[in-house]
């Protein structure tokens, strides 16, 4: 019987057996120990930089609406088209805004628009409360003081302005004619001990806790009810909306009382148009 050559070894062999594959290649004995030297190979190394990164963030919540860069983006649109007092824009920039509107709307509580909050009511565009409230800190007597004092609120709606005043007053009083926006609005505004809501007229203002460093309203009628002058404190000051002096439309009027060594008046003003549900007396 004619024997079998012997076969040529297999693997394994040794790092040191294996030559180069290719003339001029090193062998792969050079190659694992250059391989050595350099840096190790890291596979977690993305893992660690996506958690390192993510630890530097604010992970929105919910549908992220709970995220301050939304409000600032909200805010510097504000601040684009001319709204400039930065404790104003800062109040804005607080306040989540989606907290006061129904969740089928939430995605749209940061756009500068006004929301329907139910009973034929809206929440204002937010460049038109930002307007109102810039207007009652350029008052002379909240100049001096350096914030808005005692606050009346005509209309509270869902609470969103009252919260907001709240980050420019000391003690804010909201009147709401309807229960159900009452109720709604006293459930938002848990916590906030300084904003007192009272279910009633506004037209009447509240005299209880007259009178007040500022006066705001949310609904505009013909005139200025004689309720609130006679609850504005003097160097007060009162903004409202209004129908124009045309009978068409409204306009943001302004009144500051005054009272000096010719007695006291009060100094009106008109501003631009804007458009408020319609002010109306009563309890629902």
């Given at each position: 019987?004619?024997?079998?050559?012997?076969?040529?070894?297999?693997?394994?062999?040794?790092?040191?057996?294996?030559?180069?594959?290719?003339?001029?290649?090193?062998?792969?004995?050079?190659?694992?120990?250059?391989?050595?030297?350099?840096?190790?190979?890291?596979?977690?190394?993305?893992?660690?930089?996506?958690?390192?990164?993510?630890?530097?963030?604010?992970?929105?919540?919910g549908l992220g609406l709970d995220s301050a860069g939304v409000r600032q983006r909200m805010v510097e649109?504000?601040?684009?088209?001319?709204?400039?007092?930065?404790?104003?824009?800062?109040?804005?920039?607080?306040?989540?805004?989606?907290?006061?509107?129904?969740?089928?709307?939430?995605?749209?509580?940061?756009?500068?628009?006004?929301?329907?909050?139910?009973?034929?009511?809206?929440?204002?565009?937010?460049?038109?409360?930002?307007?109102?409230?810039?207007?009652?800190?350029?008052?002379?007597?909240?100049?001096?003081?350096?914030?808005?004092?005692?606050?009346?609120?005509?209309?509270?709606?869902?609470?969103?302005?009252?919260?907001?005043?709240?980050?420019?007053?000391?003690?804010?009083?909201?009147?709401?004619?309807?229960?159900?926006?009452?109720?709604?609005?006293?459930?938002?505004?848990?916590?906030?001990?300084?904003?007192?809501?009272?279910?009633?007229?506004?037209?009447?203002?509240?005299?209880?806790?007259?009178?007040?460093?500022?006066?705001?309203?949310?609904?505009?009628?013909?005139?200025?009810?004689?309720?609130?002058?006679?609850?504005?404190?003097?160097?007060?000051?009162?903004?409202?909306?209004?129908?124009?002096?045309?009978?068409?439309?409204?306009?943001?009027?302004?009144?500051?009382?005054?009272?000096?060594?010719?007695?006291?008046?009060?100094?009106?003003?008109l501003h631009e148009a804007v458009l408020f549900v319609p002010l109306k007396s009563g309890v629902l």
């Amino acid at each position: 019987m004619t024997s079998l050559p012997p076969r040529p070894k297999r693997f394994p062999l040794s790092l040191d057996k294996l030559g180069a594959t290719r003339p001029g290649a090193p062998s792969v004995a050079a190659a694992a120990a250059a391989a050595e030297a350099r840096e190790p190979l890291k596979p977690q190394g993305h893992w660690q930089q996506a958690a390192a990164i993510k630890a530097r963030q604010t992970t929105p919540i919910g549908l992220g609406l709970d995220s301050a860069g939304v409000r600032q983006r909200m805010v510097e649109r504000l601040r684009r088209e001319g709204l400039s007092d930065e404790r104003v824009l800062q109040a804005l920039a607080t306040v989540q805004r989606h907290h006061f509107v129904d969740s089928a709307l939430a995605t749209q509580a940061y756009e500068d628009t006004s929301l329907p909050i139910g009973h034929g009511q809206t929440i204002s565009k937010p460049s038109v409360v930002g307007r109102m409230m810039a207007l009652m800190l350029d008052a002379p007597g909240a100049r001096q003081r350096g914030h808005l004092g005692k606050v009346l609120e005509i209309g509270t709606g869902c609470g969103y302005q009252a919260a907001l005043l709240m980050q420019l007053a000391k003690q804010v009083v909201s009147v709401e004619r309807l229960k159900p926006l009452h109720d709604k609005a006293r459930a938002n505004l848990v916590g906030h001990h300084q904003i007192r809501l009272v279910y009633g007229d506004g037209m009447l203002g509240h005299r209880p806790s007259a009178p007040y460093d500022s006066i705001i309203s949310a609904a505009g009628g013909d005139d200025i009810p004689q309720a609130w002058l006679d609850q504005l404190a003097p160097g007060g000051r009162l903004v409202a909306p209004m129908t124009a002096p045309s009978g068409r439309g409204q306009v943001l009027v302004l009144i500051d009382h005054v009272r000096d060594a010719a007695g006291s008046r009060f100094l009106r003003s008109l501003h631009e148009a804007v458009l408020f549900v319609p002010l109306k007396s009563g309890v629902l």
